[in-house]
């Protein structure tokens, strides 16, 4: 597996937005990705009514203080307008026209091979008496923040992968390419192009999710910089 798909994949699966609990398959769009506005936390699936029985139906709630709670149905479809709307933008454009080939991807690679290395040799000297304490933490230090540094970039490249047979389709042709997608890709693509999706409280009376109570910014170009569609 190329370096920058498994480090994309760790950042994944280290969000703190899928510590949600429990085990198994996800079987809802939003969990492990949307978040509560109110408090930050994570959001879960609950139902009201038996679930099952007529008249009942899911909902995304804020697990930590119950701050919000939408039907699972309406918010799945603001964010996946919201996304595929993106997906057809010029910032989807900007953000992703840089094709994998063009990057240095081995470059990275290699040098994170060689920090790593050189970071074993660095401990066996130690060990070996060879290098003083503060010689070690202070080369150490150094080197361990490139690695960091590579395994973020390598990271970054392998998000871009998930979305970059997306790239010039129409904003129908991205409609049936959504549609054809079964949960856990869909979610993986809002998570390759998403900075952050957040649930708001939809206030006193107010019965129905729309997009006042969905908060979503998407990557755009520059990584420092983010768009709201």
């Known amino acids: 597996m190329p370096e920058e798909i498994y480090r994309s994949a760790v950042r994944v699966l280290n969000s703190p937005a899928r510590k949600t609990g429990g085990g198994g398959p996800r079987r ?42 939408h039907r ?44 790593r290395s050189r970071l074993d040799d660095l401990a066996t000297d130690y060990a070996a008496g060879l290098v003083t304490r503060s010689q070690f933490l202070t080369a150490s230090q150094t080197m361990r923040s490139r690695v960091d540094e590579l395994e973020d970039q390598l990271s970054q490249l392998g998000s871009d992968s998930a979305v970059k047979g997306v790239t ?5 042709q991205v409609r049936r390419h959504w549609d054809g997608l079964d949960v856990d890709r869909r979610r993986s693509l809002i998570l390759a192009v ?33 768009a709201s569609i």
């Open 194 to 226: 998403v900075v952050s999706c957040r649930l708001r409280q939809k206030g006193r009376g107010v019965r129905r999710t729309d997009e006042r109570h969905v908060d979503v910014l998407f990557r755009a170009g520059d990584p420092a910089k983010v």
């Open 72 to 115: 699972q149905d309406e918010a799945d479809t603001m964010v996946s307008e919201r996304v595929i709307r993106f997906l057809t933008a010029p910032q989807f454009a900007e953000a992703f026209e840089q094709s994998e080939d063009d990057l240095p991807v081995q470059q990275m690679r290699d040098e994170l091979g060689s920090l």
């Open 168 to 172: 010039g389709m129409t904003d129908e």
């Open 28 to 69: 809802s769009l939003l969990t492990g990705v949307a978040t509560c506005a109110n408090c930050g936390g994570p959001i879960r699936t609950a139902w009201r009514g038996r679930k099952g029985e007529q008249g009942s139906y899911a909902v995304y709630e804020c697990k930590l203080k119950h701050c919000v709670s």
